[in-house]
């Protein structure tokens, strides 16, 4: 398998595609605006982003693999990688797509860049929930940046109207039972992955599948499901558009109620349920699963604590870009609210009612967790919205914001509160264990 940092001493930037490279620039500009990066000839900006090599100790310079694979075109492309192919089709059920474009196709460059935001226009323009767009375009990325392009079959995305299937060559790099609760990223490609990672497409901390999962189940649709082909050395992952079928006995709701009502205790008696034999479902090639609806909230229960771990990387990337505001925040924190800083402390349980997170909540919350790097008015603007449909604890916010909860209330719910936007359920009681956040509907009156 060849290293995406492979530096192609004969490609230069005559075998690049320069409107591709300026649609990257632009998009990096806008996500980092300020960047010194922004002021470089377009040569050393691809070295600064990776798509550009230098041989050490002499004068040879070149594209690296993951550069031509970004920013050059198709034809170009399969001089180095033969097999390198990419499509997207859809059908309405019959046998006849009623919409294909390949790499092939001679009318756009056949990168993988301009296919990547082809079909996220697509699947935006399709799919009217957020939420669902958000992940596909999560599991979009996720086959790009681990695809083995030397592979056999090439890179596809077909769509159904009960499913999408998304193909790859190249084996997973870690265990198949553990893709949806790894914390930890395993690259085939790392140059790609910086490539987009620095456009705030992806990120390294190998959760990208748990949020998916995690997001399914929200919607009630059936568990996304992974199959390995070892003969044809391919990956390939579906999403199921159909809800959960099984019902549910009354002894299940039962353990799944008290589950819920008293998380913190009854873990013990969660776990013995799940590790019964009785409840193992056996899974078949295209591992359909017929988990019930309750036994994913449980496990998305368990796993929310593994979450906050690398959702405080993604807000201390935040912090330090906006460290006037937070400094601006933290003293008024220490000045005036030192009680009020206590609130949700160490009796406090992590643990989120899955229960009271509703799609409609998800949903407008959506661009929170696609961007890890908001403006603060942004951010508030989604905070009060959450609000005015319910109030709501720190720790759904964190849940729904995809943010650490001293993150959340330290960078946004204290400015809030301080200007008259929001109000605590409980003002009287900071340290409350059932305290909330409420929107302030005089604020508006006034």
């Known amino acids: 398998m060849l290293q995406d940092n492979l530096i192609l001493e004969h490609y230069g930037l005559n075998e690049l ?32 982003v990776g798509a550009w090599g230098k041989v050490r100790d002499t004068h040879k310079e070149g594209v690296t693999l993951a550069g031509l694979l970004l920013f050059s075109e198709e034809r170009i492309i399969t001089e180095v990688l033969p097999q390198y192919f990419l499509e997207y089709r859809e059908s309405k059920g019959n046998e006849e797509w009623t919409e294909r474009f390949t790499s092939q196709d001679g009318t756009w460059s056949g990168n993988i860049f301009d296919f990547y935001f082809h079909i996220h226009e697509i699947v935006r323009n399709s799919e009217p929930q957020p939420s669902i767009a958000s992940s596909l375009t999560e599991v979009l990325i996720n086959m790009l940046i681990h695809a083995d392009y030397n592979g056999e079959g090439g890179v596809i995305l077909e769509k159904q109207p009960s499913h999408y299937v998304f193909s790859n060559p190249g084996l997973l790099l870690v265990p198949t039972d553990s893709v949806f609760s790894n914390t930890v990223s395993q690259l085939r490609n790392p140059n790609i992955v910086k490539l987009f990672s620095l456009l705030g497409l992806c990120e390294r901390s190998g959760s ?75 899974i078949d090639s295209y591992n359909k699963n017929e988990y019930s609806y309750n036994k994913e909230l449980i496990e998305e229960l368990k796993s929310y604590n593994n979450d906050v771990n690398s959702l405080n990387k993604e807000d201390n990337y935040y912090n330090n870009e906006s460290d006037l505001y937070n400094n601006d925040v933290n003293s008024y924190n220490n000045n005036n609210h030192n009680s009020y800083n206590n609130e949700q402390g160490e009796n406090s349980s992590n643990l989120v009612n899955v ?92």
């Open 17 to 48: 595609n320069f409107d591709t490279i300026k649609s990257y620039r632009d998009r990096f500009a806008e996500v980092k605006p300020a960047h010194p990066w922004n002021a470089l000839e377009t040569k050393e900006f691809l070295y600064k």
């Open 208 to 282: 990208g599948l748990k949020k998916v999962k995690q997001n399914w189940s929200l919607h009630h649709y059936k568990t996304p499901a992974i199959d390995q082909d070892v003969s044809m050395h391919r990956t390939v992952v579906m999403l199921s558009l159909s809800t959960q079928e099984r019902q549910v006995s009354s002894s299940e709701k039962d353990t799944y109620n008290t589950s819920i009502d008293d998380s913190g205790n009854n873990f013990k008696d969660v776990e013995k349920y799940q590790n019964t034999p009785e409840n193992d479902v056996e």
């Open 355 to 446: 229960e009271n997170i509703d799609t409609k909540l998800w949903d407008i919350a959506a661009l929170a967790r696609e961007k890890k790097r908001l403006s603060p008015n942004q951010m508030e603007h989604i905070i009060l919205e959450l609000c005015k449909e319910k109030p709501l604890m720190l720790k759904e916010f964190a849940y729904l914001l995809e943010r650490t909860p001293d993150g959340v209330r330290n960078n946004y719910l204290t400015k809030l509160l301080r200007k008259g936007q929001l109000q605590l359920k409980y003002p009287n009681q900071p340290n409350h264990p059932k305290q909330a956040y409420l929107f302030n509907k005089k604020d508006i009156e006034k």
